[in-house]
């Protein structure tokens, strides 16, 4: 991650460029974020990276696939009997959670679910979601992107950590339930959570459970991030995620958001925290304030899962201690992003899988530099 003063400098710079123009909240901060990476790039030449990776160099193996679910399951054949054989045949372990888990109507083996999945299709909001999907998130031009980005990705992954799963990808309308749905075998993408913030649709959703915060971030160029990411915190689980303290918990996040970072180094720094360029430069800003907030051990060490989890759990901002509320969200993630990355610049000669392994809480933090 780039340093405090090149990074406020070169944003400095880019609220003069911008200052004028108008154009939509997101696609305004997006454009911001675009413009602050090409300036810091003229601050920093390449250099050697142990970690970068080109993608085309990386043999997975098999396929890779990108599967478009939301399309295939408006191709059903007539007979119950012989849908739920293709579907369960075609698409496995993601049918059965997509009727049982995801839509929860019924038994992915049962012919009524078929039935009922029929009628599902035909809803009004369904049809009118699929509709917004078509010329967002599902676009033939937005499939294309995210699946060379995704793929890329997985590259990366593959040939950082080559013993670990790669999953297929499948797309679908998940009915506003589930953005992600990571498991080992497969990620599902429910791409109505990616139609873009100013969709009228979104309208329609109760605001109770989609407050502002949330739908700002329904944005098309968020899903590869928000996907691959989404399914590497599930994959690692077994790996260092506890639950039982805030300081435990912070590491974990900040150790796979490192390795994110390697499998995706053109994403923009805000946008792996859903965060806008503003809300990054705040963070930048209060890092040696934030550090004073939760270096307390009762903080640090915190047990009380549902205490700590303000300083993780998404929302319009920070909810802990005197966090201000202009600050952005979970700032204990980010704060672990930034120890582990402390931590692996003063060890260089660490592998990706000691990284991982290492536990003692002291030999992480005592790297990290404010």
Same mark, same amino acid.
């Given at each position: 991650?780039?340093?405090?003063?090149?990074?406020?400098?070169?944003?400095?710079?880019?609220?003069?460029?911008?200052?004028?123009?108008?154009?939509?909240?997101?696609?305004?901060?997006?454009?911001?974020?675009?413009?602050?990476?090409?300036?810091?790039?003229?601050?920093?030449?390449?250099?050697?990276?142990?970690?970068?990776?080109?993608?085309?160099?990386?043999?997975?193996?098999?396929?890779?696939?990108?599967?478009?679910?939301?399309?295939?399951?408006?191709?059903?054949?007539?007979?119950?009997?012989?849908?739920?054989?293709?579907?369960?045949?075609?698409?496995?372990?993601?049918?059965?959670?997509?009727?049982?888990?995801?839509?929860?109507?019924?038994?992915?083996?049962?012919?009524?679910?078929?039935?009922?999945?029929?009628?599902?299709?035909?809803?009004?909001?369904?049809?009118?979601?699929?509709?917004?999907?078509?010329?967002?998130?599902?676009?033939?031009?937005?499939?294309?992107?995210?699946?060379?980005?995704?793929?890329?990705?997985?590259?990366?992954?593959?040939?950082?950590?080559?013993?670990?799963?790669?999953?297929?990808?499948?797309?679908?309308?998940?009915?506003?339930?589930?953005?992600?749905?990571?498991?080992?075998?497969?990620?599902? &993408?429910?791409?109505?959570?990616?139609?873009? +913030?100013? =969709?009228?649709?979104? *309208?329609?959703? #109760?605001? /109770?459970?989609?407050?502002?915060?949330?739908?700002?971030?329904?944005?098309?160029?968020?899903?590869?991030?928000?996907?691959?990411?989404?399914?590497?915190?599930?994959?690692?689980?077994?790996?260092?995620?506890?639950?039982?303290?805030?300081?435990?918990?912070?590491?974990?996040?900040?150790?796979?958001?490192?390795? &994110?970072?390697?499998?995706?180094?053109?994403? +923009?720094? =805000?946008?792996?925290? *859903?965060?806008? #360029?503003? /809300?990054?430069?705040?963070?930048?800003?209060?890092?040696?304030?934030?550090?004073?907030?939760?270096?307390?051990?009762?903080?640090?060490?915190?047990?009380?899962?549902?205490?700590?989890?303000?300083?993780?759990?998404?929302?319009?901002?920070?909810?802990?201690?005197?966090?201000?509320?202009?600050?952005?969200?979970?700032?204990?993630?980010?704060?672990?992003?930034?120890?582990?990355?402390?931590?692996? *610049?003063?060890? #260089?000669?660490?592998?990706?899988?000691?990284?991982?392994?290492?536990?003692?809480?002291?030999?992480?933090?005592?790297?990290?530099?404010?």
């Amino acid at each position: 991650m780039i340093r405090i003063s090149v990074l406020i400098f070169a944003f400095e710079l880019v609220k003069l460029i911008v200052n004028h123009m108008v154009t939509s909240r997101f696609r305004t901060t997006l454009l911001r974020g675009q413009l602050l990476t090409m300036m810091v790039m003229c601050f920093f030449a390449c250099s050697d990276d142990k970690w970068h990776i080109n993608p085309e160099d990386v043999d997975l193996g098999r396929e890779f696939r990108v599967r478009s679910f939301h399309k295939d399951m408006l191709d059903l054949p007539n007979s119950d009997s012989v849908a739920v054989e293709k579907l369960m045949h075609v698409y496995g372990e993601f049918w059965y959670d997509y009727s049982e888990v995801i839509l929860r109507i019924g038994s992915h083996n049962d012919t009524a679910t078929v039935a009922e999945f029929r009628n599902f299709l035909v809803h009004e909001s369904v049809t009118e979601t699929l509709s917004a999907i078509d010329t967002t998130s599902g676009s033939d031009e937005k499939i294309l992107e995210f699946s060379r980005e995704i793929e890329d990705a997985f590259k990366r992954f593959h040939a950082l950590m080559p013993a670990e799963p790669v999953p297929d990808v499948v797309l679908m309308n998940s009915s506003f339930n589930f953005p992600v749905f990571p498991t080992e075998t497969y990620l599902a &993408v429910g791409l109505d959570w990616f139609i873009g +913030h100013e =969709h009228p649709i979104l *309208d329609k959703l #109760p605001p /109770e459970m989609f407050p502002q915060y949330k739908k700002l971030r329904m944005h098309p160029d968020l899903m590869t991030i928000k996907a691959f990411r989404g399914w590497m915190l599930v994959n690692f689980q077994n790996r260092g995620y506890t639950g039982k303290s805030l300081v435990e918990d912070i590491l974990y996040w900040g150790k796979v958001f490192w390795l &994110v970072d390697k499998c995706m180094p053109d994403m +923009h720094d =805000h946008l792996m925290m *859903d965060w806008t #360029p503003i /809300e990054l430069q705040w963070a930048l800003e209060n890092e040696t304030s934030i550090w004073q907030e939760l270096q307390p051990s009762d903080v640090l060490y915190e047990t009380n899962k549902t205490i700590y989890n303000r300083w993780i759990n998404e929302g319009p901002f920070t909810r802990a201690g005197s966090i201000p509320q202009d600050s952005p969200d979970k700032l204990g993630v980010w704060m672990g992003w930034r120890i582990i990355e402390d931590y692996m *610049d003063e060890n #260089p000669n660490i592998s990706i899988d000691e990284l991982f392994d290492q536990r003692d809480t002291f030999e992480l933090l005592r790297t990290y530099r404010p």
